[in-house]
């Protein structure tokens, strides 16, 4: 009998020994929502698998249980429970009935990371960066002379820094002119536009531009911010057109360029008028900064929230993947681009984001050849209104950020194991 009672014994020991780490992503349950992230990309790197339990407590994480993963876990403040085999089984067996608005995806590999960026950039200048560094994701920064000898197919996702393609350097001109740092800068572009072999720096932004499309059009998985979403489309559907004034590029625009600039060479907007005055701090009327009389944005502090797109995720699982999330409500934020006015935005583009109070989209994703592209309107998820020589953010204060959790989806989505998309 005792010996009975000590085999069966092993035996539930067995049938209940852990064989699973959840990572939870629900707003209660992970104290660290930016470092999951990292903890996930870790695991891939590291040839563990994963999947990536979409819609299911906040888009969940599944792991294999192992003392490393635990440890790692650990050390970085990331929240986890193990589970059995049998656990495991039954979460897995609920998100795939047919009644229930979840998935589960496979995340096969560490996507190889590219940060477009100019030499010399402080992490805080760049949300992306920023996020990444913290994640402890790690990336490679790159900028227009490995562009420009065709480095980007070394590279799995690129994300754009708050970067001018149209060779405006920022539209800065009107306040900042005179200021020590852009006129440094703005002698930088000039210098590396020849060192590249261009005679303006609109030029070489352009061919930029145009490298970036081509590896997007490859296959690649681009995402961009604030200003670089808005004036790579400006630049591409403006190839061959000066739009540059004088105190840009030494020489006059070309007459009436509005009407000469192809809106099928952009990626996500049509029919936006561009911004001719070069002391104005607007590219043009993509962004809803101000509207076409200059005024500023209308939209109260207080009300000034997002709502993520709610998608099927068994049908749509890429945009369901882009828009997880622990609150459907992501406080909004200002940039030079801080949205996009809804009117602007192509019909083969899908919003994942939006503010109704102003009519503009905040996120959206959409395809190009073999590729995606995700634009994500403002700086910084967590500094409302960023200026110009503000305090870098404290993502240790921000662990939980929706704002943030977003860029994250980015990072993660071109490990996914391709599932065509039905709808």
Not at 211 to 220: A, E, H, M, T
Not at 313 to 319: F, G, Y
Not at 386 to 394: E, N, R, Y
Request: hydrophobic share 35%; proline share 4%.
């Amino acid at each position: 009998m005792k010996k009975y009672f000590c085999i069966l014994f092993l035996l539930l020991s067995f049938s209940t020994k852990a064989s699973f780490i959840l990572i939870p992503m629900e707003a209660e349950g992970q104290q660290n929502h930016l470092k999951a992230y990292g903890i996930t990309y870790w695991a891939l790197d590291k040839n563990y698998k994963a999947s990536w339990l979409l819609n299911y407590r906040g888009g969940s994480f599944l792991l294999p249980d192992d003392t490393a993963i635990r440890r790692e876990c650990q050390i970085r403040g990331v929240t986890f429970e193990i589970l059995s085999d049998a656990a495991a089984n039954t979460i897995l067996e609920e998100i795939s009935s047919p009644s229930q608005n979840m998935e589960t995806v496979v995340l096969e590999k560490a996507p190889k990371i590219a940060v477009y960026t100019p030499k010399g950039k402080q992490p805080w200048d760049d949300a992306v960066t920023m996020v990444l560094t913290y994640a402890e994701i790690p990336y490679t920064e790159i900028y227009d002379e490995e562009v420009l000898t065709d480095q980007l197919v070394l590279y799995d996702w690129l994300h754009l820094h708050h970067e001018d393609f149209t060779g405006q350097y920022g539209k800065f001109f009107g306040m900042y002119r005179n200021a020590p740092w852009y006129i440094e800068q703005k002698k930088q572009a000039e210098d590396l536009a020849k060192k590249m072999g261009y005679n303006k720096v609109s030029e070489e932004k352009l061919a930029v531009a145009i490298k970036i499309r081509d590896y997007v059009i490859g296959g690649g998985f681009m995402f961009a911010m604030c200003s670089a979403t808005e004036t790579f489309d400006i630049a591409l559907a403006a190839e061959g057109v000066d739009i540059c004034e004088p105190m840009f590029d030494g020489d006059a625009s070309t007459p009436n360029y509005q009407s000469k600039v192809d809106y099928n060479n952009a990626f996500a907007f049509k029919d936006f008028i561009l911004e001719r005055q070069p002391t104005i701090y607007e590219f043009s009327d993509i962004d809803t900064s101000k509207d076409r009389n200059n005024n500023n944005r209308r939209v109260p502090f207080d009300k000034d929230y997002f709502t993520l797109m709610d998608f099927s995720a068994k049908w749509d699982p890429i945009p369901t993947m882009l828009c997880q999330n622990h609150t459907q409500l992501v406080k909004g934020f200002m940039g030079q681009t801080t949205a996009f006015a809804e009117h602007t935005v192509k019909a083969n583009v899908l919003v994942l984001g939006e503010c109704k109070i102003n009519g503009e989209a905040r996120y959206i994703h959409g395809t190009k050849g073999k590729g995606m592209f995700t634009f994500y309107g403002g700086h910084d998820p967590e500094d409302y209104q960023h200026h110009v020589g503000d305090a870098p953010t404290v993502l240790d204060l921000h662990p939980t950020s929706p704002g943030y959790r977003l860029i994250l989806n980015n990072v993660l989505f071109p490990a996914a194991r391709k599932k065509k998309q039905k709808t």
